[in-house]
Nanobody, 120 residues
Framework: QVQLVESGGGLVQAGGSLRLSCAAS????????MRWYRQAPGKQRELVAA???????TYTNAVKGRFTISRDNAKNTVYLQMNSLKPEDTAVYSC??????????????WGQGTQVTVST
């Protein structure tokens, strides 16, 4: 069994910063891609940022230059540093990881989501 637990969401004023964390625990043999998604009310879920197992990041255009994804493989944790936040960044942010348990193929696991609200 594998669990992903996010933390770090909250309410912040426009221009402020937040740092999200997502820690994976359980029967983990390996972790490949780790990703952050977000879903705003009435909108489809979108991929915000992803990072490979060796630390290569990618970002959606809307957050380039403002958000930074990183990971600590020793802690099985992925982070999302969010700077210069805008009201349009308001959403539920969820982490996703491709985890191998040593039993069968690696598969996607999801966290429960954390709310980020950016006020004007």
């Amino acid at each position: 069994q594998v669990q992903l637990v996010e933390s770090g969401g909250g309410l912040v004023q426009a221009g402020g910063s937040l740092r999200l964390s997502c820690a994976a625990s359980g029967s983990i043999a390996s972790i490949g891609f780790m990703r952050w998604y977000r879903q705003a009310p009435g909108k489809q879920r979108e991929l915000v940022a992803a990072i490979t197992s060796v630390g290569t990041p990618t970002y959606t255009n809307a957050v380039k230059g403002r958000f930074t994804i990183s990971r600590d493989n020793a802690k099985n944790t992925v982070y999302l540093q969010m700077n210069s936040l805008k009201p349009e960044d308001t959403a539920v942010y969820s982490c996703n990881a491709v985890v191998g348990t040593g039993r069968g193929p690696a598969r996607d696991y999801w966290g429960q989501g954390t709310q980020v609200t950016v006020s004007t």
